[in-house]
């Protein structure tokens, strides 16, 4: 079955550059998506359409494909101190079944 | 700005089935298709299944024998029923909307349920 798979963890220094990235045997013609959670909230979309960004969501979130098309990689740039929270990558497999990767939680150190 | 809410007992025994609701405001049901995602304590999401507006289903695989989602567009409602529920049902159940491009782009608060005897 289609997987997608996260680093469970990442850690950076406030102002640094974040990379979490999401991987599959062969990421599937549907978009990729990148939610972000807080504790106790509900996720909230950051990217859609691989690489757009829903309104409101700040630039230092970007997202981009591996030239090999099975690595997606969510980047933040000069990260702050909000932004530690877990991120889930989602795609859909060929049938329409929607994923998740597993998720990375974000610790700004 | 549409908004949804999940409701229904927070508390099922084992062997029972789960019970919620998704009520959307602020925007129409129709055109839509709508998700029910759960997350167990501490762990990941899991896509449980979603409904077009005209009551077609999709369910994962691995839930499938055991869930039912229905529609209420009359009452902008949507429903989901786990059935034969263990410990391993235990989560936070989301209900979300599919947008025109296929993201979750509106979430429920989230409701915690909670399978004991």
């Known amino acids: 079955s289609f997987e997608m798979t996260q680093p469970p963890s990442v850690s950076v220094s406030p102002g640094q550059t974040a990379r979490i990235t999401c991987s599959a045997d062969a990421l599937p013609k549907q978009y990729a998506y990148w939610f972000q959670q807080k504790p106790g909230q509900a996720p909230v979309l950051i990217i859609y359409?691989?690489?757009?960004?829903p309104s409101g969501i700040p630039e230092r979130f970007s997202a981009s494909f591996s030239s090999s098309g099975t690595t997606v990689t969510l980047t933040i740039s000069g990260v702050q101190a909000e932004d530690e929270a877990d991120y889930f990558c989602?795609?859909?497999?060929?049938?329409?079944?929607?994923?998740f990767g597993g998720g990375t939680k974000l610790t700004v150190v | 700005q549409v908004q949804l809410q999940e409701s229904g007992p927070g508390l099922v025994k084992p062997s029972e089935t789960l019970s919620l609701t998704c009520t959307v405001s602020g925007g129409s049901i129709s055109d839509y298709y709508w998700s029910w995602i759960r997350q167990p304590p501490g762990k990941g999401l899991e896509w449980i299944g979603h409904i077009y507006y005209n009551g077609s289903t999709k369910c994962n695989p691995s839930l499938k024998s055991r869930v039912t989602i229905s529609g209420d567009t009359s009452k902008s409602q949507f429903s989901l029923n786990v059935s034969s529920v263990t410990a391993a049902d235990t989560a936070v159940y989301f209900c979300?909307?599919?947008?025109?491009?296929?993201?979750?782009?509106?979430w429920g608060q989230g409701t915690l349920v909670t399978v004991s005897s």
């Open positions: 989602q795609s859909e497999d060929s049938s329409g079944i929607v994923v």
């Open positions: 979300a909307r599919v947008s025109n491009y296929g993201d979750l782009d509106h």
């Open positions: 359409k691989d690489i757009e960004r």
